[in-house]
């Protein structure tokens, strides 16, 4: 299936008020194209979590959202500092976000069990003292 | 489909294309065209910023007058609940009532009793729909929803508004008494251009079918003539309960909920609702919103400063010794629900190529624009300039800052 289109967004490190910007350019765009609203929803609410997981947790790094004919995907890479056990990151409930963020309603431990339910396909990958990558496919 | 109604309209010959409406659109629906305002209709949602803001009066919404009502056997007034706090703290609301029951109408009905009612309906409706529910009675939010957040679809109370109650009530009962349709004139006395335009719409509703609304501010200046000489004819209290429904947190209090939003103003609520859609706003019950400051008593029609008509308001409530009590019949479920919301596409094509098409042409030009928003090319935004031209609204020669070697 060929690309058709793709959008990139950076996203900084510990960017409370800026965070979430990404996601509702790609929820505009994603409107634009005509996709229905039930599947922007869970699009929108699994961006957002990966959005804010850069800003919580990562050095910084991108949004990237590449449409195809019959699917988007979403893809949020850092500059790490990783994720050592992905088994653990990926239990409800488990995290490891600092009080502040906890303070301001983030660090439930909800982000990637939420994003992997919203999501048709989830794949995540990180390398210790490098990257975190997550990409999330939903078919329209 | 559903044809959309607007109310606010344009009077040419007052715009001097000076940009403060272009500028000040929550939602961008306004252009600049050959030096005057033009307005995208699929776009507006009636809020009426453009009417506050416009400095030369160039922006109108125009409702019913009272002469509107003449040519019905009966005639019932539905008075909003933001009248009552219009003339002060002495004047009381069976005063009021009485008064404009002597501007020509057989009826006024007790909206606050439509307020009871559906104060009872949501404290069921909202634990049905998904957290945070929302509900509003502002049309201009709803039209919003439908436009920009039709993904909150889950989340919105499916009932409709005491104004329309009260209608459907009225119709009702001078139906059963045997007067025919046409017979019956019922209009809605409003605080804001949001609801002409509602009720422009809701004329072709057989259930609910109102003929007409009028301007709280047309009936204004005859009531203030009439409210010390009016007969003492007794007229029945409103409900206190009724009356928490005029400004932004009363309907949360009615309902007995304490952990609810009420957003005022346009702007706040857009920023909410992004919020509620990313999933952000998670422990709240309820959310009410509102177009206008500190809700309908913020409304474009009224008189009385909003945060003084809020104290007054307060004090009737805390005076008051009377409510309706309402007791719930499942019966009101099925009787006040309301369709869906309308889902408004935004695609910029039919086809999903020619869209994606369009999109990449318009971040090209995007690219190539200052990014200023100066507004001189008539679009509110760069980006909305941008959209403009992909959509053949526009002309890209319209900007004069097209960046070197932008092509
Ligand atoms: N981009 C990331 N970089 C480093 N660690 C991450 C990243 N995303 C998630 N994690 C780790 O996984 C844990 C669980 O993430 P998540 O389920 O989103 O919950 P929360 O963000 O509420 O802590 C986080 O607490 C953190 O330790
Ligand atoms: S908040 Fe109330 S007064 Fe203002 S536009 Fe909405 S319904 Fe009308
Ligand atoms: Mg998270």
Not at chain 2, 67 to 86: A, C, F, R
């Amino acid at each position: 299936m060929q690309e058709l289109l793709s959008v990139k967004y950076d996203v900084e490190s510990g960017d409370f008020i800026r965070g979430g910007e990404a996601s509702s350019s790609i929820k505009k765009l994603l409107q634009q194209l005509g996709i229905k609203a039930d599947i922007i929803k869970r699009i929108c609410v699994a961006c957002y979590e990966a959005e804010m997981n850069i800003v919580i947790h990562s050095y910084g790094g991108y949004i990237e959202a590449k449409i195809f004919n019959n699917k988007v995907e979403i893809i949020a890479k850092d500059r790490g500092p990783g994720i050592e056990n992905i088994d653990l990151a990926m239990k409800e409930g488990y995290s490891t976000a600092p009080e502040y963020a906890r303070e301001m309603g983030f660090g439930g431990g909800m982000g990637l069990p939420n994003m992997k339910k919203s999501c048709d396909e989830f794949y995540i990958d990180s390398k210790m003292g490098e990257y975190t990558e997550v990409r999330m496919v939903v078919y329209f | 489909m559903k044809e959309i109604f607007h109310s606010v309209s344009l009077i040419e010959e007052r715009c001097i294309g000076c940009t403060k409406c272009l500028m000040n659109c929550p939602v961008e629906a306004i252009r600049i065209k050959n030096g005057k305002a033009v307005i995208y209709n699929e776009k507006c949602i009636d809020c009426g910023e453009c009417i506050r803001v416009c400095p030369y009066g160039a922006h109108v919404s125009k409702g019913n007058s009272l002469n509107d009502t003449e040519g019905y056997k009966i005639k019932v007034l539905i008075p909003s609940v933001t009248l009552y706090p219009q003339f002060g703290q002495e004047i009381n609301p069976e005063e009021i009532n009485k008064a404009l029951l002597s501007l020509g109408f057989d009826e006024v009905f007790d909206i606050t009793f439509a307020c009871d009612v559906k104060a009872e309906i949501l404290k069921k409706e909202i634990t049905k729909v998904e957290k945070p529910a929302i509900s509003t009675l502002c049309p201009s939010i709803i039209r919003l929803i439908e436009k920009d957040f039709p993904s909150l679809n889950d989340h919105i109370v499916k009932m409709l508004t005491p104004i329309e109650i009260s209608a459907a009530l009225i119709r009702e009962k001078y139906c059963k008494m045997g007067y025919k349709e046409n017979e019956i004139g019922i209009f809605f006395l409003t605080p804001c251009p949001s609801w002409i335009t509602k009720i422009k719409e809701l004329k072709y509703n057989e259930k609910i079918g109102f003929d007409g609304a009028i301007a709280i501010s047309e009936v204004y200046p005859k009531l203030l003539k009439v409210l010390n000489k009016t007969s003492n004819k007794t007229y029945r209290k409103i409900s206190k309960t009724g009356l928490l429904w005029s400004f932004s947190g009363g309907q949360s209090q009615a309902i007995g909920i304490d952990n609810f939003l009420a957003v005022d103003g346009i702007k706040n609520v857009i920023k909410l609702f992004n919020d509620v859609e990313k999933g952000k706003i998670k422990d709240v019950d309820y959310i009410e919103a509102y177009a206008c400051t500190r809700g309908c008593l913020g409304g474009l029609f009224l008189i009385e400063n909003p945060f003084n008509a809020e104290r007054i308001a307060k004090k009737i409530i805390a005076n008051g010794e009377f409510s309706y009590n309402v007791e719930l019949h499942d019966e009101f479920q099925s009787k006040f629900a309301r369709e869906d919301i309308l889902k408004v596409n935004l695609k910029f094509a039919d086809d999903f190529e020619s869209a994606v098409k369009m999109i990449k042409n318009m971040n090209k030009i995007i690219n190539m624009l200052p990014g200023t928003d100066c507004g001189l090319c008539g679009s509110p935004s760069c980006r909305a300039f941008a959209e403009d031209v992909v959509k053949g609204l526009a002309n890209l020669n319209d900007c004069k800052f097209i960046k070197n070697g932008g092509e």
